[in-house]
């Protein structure tokens, strides 16, 4: 391999010249962390705040600011006797556990002023030693790079947890670049993480704003220009019907076959149903299973939580031999007078969310009754053009926060590109 001039080969790499690679053991410190259970733990008060592993796992940014984050306090009464345990400002935390292989993300400790804070359930706790000089930033982002996770990745054990120890990360590498040469990095990096992050409040602020429009327009409390009349109320047993997902089918008719089928996920993140995100099923030609028509509202029957039963979505395009998987089931209406998209975004807003929660049954696992579902009475707009001008409505503005959230997905590959050049010095921050 041609080795680039002002490149050195290492045992990880081709790097430039000026840079150093330090061993993970080399560099830090292991501090024992605490196991507190929830029971422990409250978001009220408290002088002591901890850090869990879920904490780690959903951060957007590579860096933890204390500050600024809303942490749980440790119970008053339990006593920490370490204090050496306590977390400074600089400090990596690891999780080691996952529920996939997203295990082993890391982030560095900031915005440490007068509070206590320990790491909690599932955590590795690191201090750097006295040996090496870090800029604020560049472990967070580091640590978090595709190039530095390829080195856990033979070490990260579990079948449906995942799993890391301190011995696997004790023999990973760790990438030192002079200090001025660091501190750019971050700031390129840093800036992108903002122009991300503001980009993901503006498309929250869109979703507050469509819920806000939804619970208005779907309630009748805010009618449009040139719309009057009573609303009515509607059995949907009366204007639609329900029909069952796949049937009878195992493992072996998937992934092969001359059929389509809507995946579950199609249905829980789409109020009109992608159809670039279908499924290959093989169908026999004797089978009875349900085709899924254009028109149909599709719902999930099923899920951990009530609060996640009954999500609703419309296929709005003719796709032939097209079926729904067997953890959803379809209702098709029988009234030409009222609009799918319009129920689509009922049954997504706040008001079909409380029916949905309400009908929801079971104890570990929550199913929701068609026959209940089919009994419930519902409040509509009384035209099919009103019911078309709010659905249009909403369309528009689910259309404009797709937007920004492609944009926001561009941007972030844009990031993951950078980092894979600069954290690796194949392109250059220098004065």
């Not at 978001?43 to 940014?61: A, C, E, M, P, Q």
């Not at 500050?67 to 935390?93: S, W």
Request: glycine letters at 6%; one cysteine or more.
């Amino acid at each position: 391999m041609l080795i680039p001039q002002g490149y050195k080969q290492t045992e990880i790499g081709i790097i430039p010249e000026e840079w150093q690679v330090k061993n993970f053991y080399m560099c830090f410190n292991f501090l024992s962390n605490n196991t507190f259970s929830r029971n422990n733990l409250n978001f009220i008060k408290g002088s002591i705040k901890n850090i869990h592993y879920g904490d780690i796992l959903t951060k957007f940014s590579n860096i933890i600011n204390i500050k600024k984050e809303k942490l749980p306090f440790i119970n008053e009464g339990i006593i920490i006797r370490n204090t050496e345990t306590f977390v400074n400002n600089g400090d990596i935390i690891f999780a080691d556990t996952a529920e996939d292989y997203t295990v082993g993300k890391a982030i560095e400790v900031v915005g440490i002023e007068n509070q206590k804070v320990v790491s909690g359930l599932h955590t590795i706790h690191c201090r750097l030693t006295n040996l090496v000089n870090f800029s604020s930033g560049w472990l967070g982002y580091y640590l978090n790079s595709k190039y530095y996770h390829d080195q856990l990745l033979p070490y990260i054990t579990g079948i449906k947890v995942s799993s890391i120890s301190k011995s696997s990360i004790k023999k990973t590498s760790i990438l030192l670049p002079p200090l001025k040469e660091q501190s750019n990095i971050v700031k390129i990096i840093s800036d992108m993480d903002s122009l991300i992050f503001s980009m993901q409040k503006l498309i929250d602020k869109k979703k507050d704003i469509k819920q806000g429009v939804m619970q208005e327009l779907l309630t009748g409390k805010r009618r449009l220009p040139g719309f009057n009349g009573k609303w009515v109320k509607k059995r949907l047993g009366d204007i639609g019907f329900t029909y069952t997902g796949l049937s009878g089918k195992n493992k072996n008719d998937f992934q092969q076959g001359n059929a389509m089928y809507i995946p579950f996920l199609n249905i829980l993140n789409n109020p009109i149903i992608d159809v670039n995100d279908f499924e290959i099923v093989n169908i026999n030609d004797n089978e009875k299973q349900n085709k899924v028509l254009k028109g149909d509202l599709l719902f999930n029957n099923s899920s951990e939580n009530p609060e996640e039963v009954g999500i609703c979505s419309l296929l709005d395009d003719t796709v032939d031999n097209l079926y729904l998987n067997s953890f959803c089931f379809g209702y098709r209406l029988k009234d030409e007078n009222i609009s799918g998209l319009y129920l689509s975004y009922y049954f997504r807003s706040n008001l079909g969310r409380m029916l949905m929660i309400k009908l929801a049954q079971g104890i570990t696992r929550y199913n929701l009754s068609k026959s209940k579902f089919l009994s419930s009475t519902i409040l509509l707009a009384n035209t099919f053009e009103e019911q078309k001008a709010i659905a249009s409505i909403l369309f528009d503005m689910d259309k404009e926060i797709k937007s920004l959230e492609n944009k926001k997905i561009k941007y972030e590959k844009i990031k993951q590109g950078m980092m894979q050049e600069l954290l690796t010095g194949r392109i250059r921050l220098l004065d």
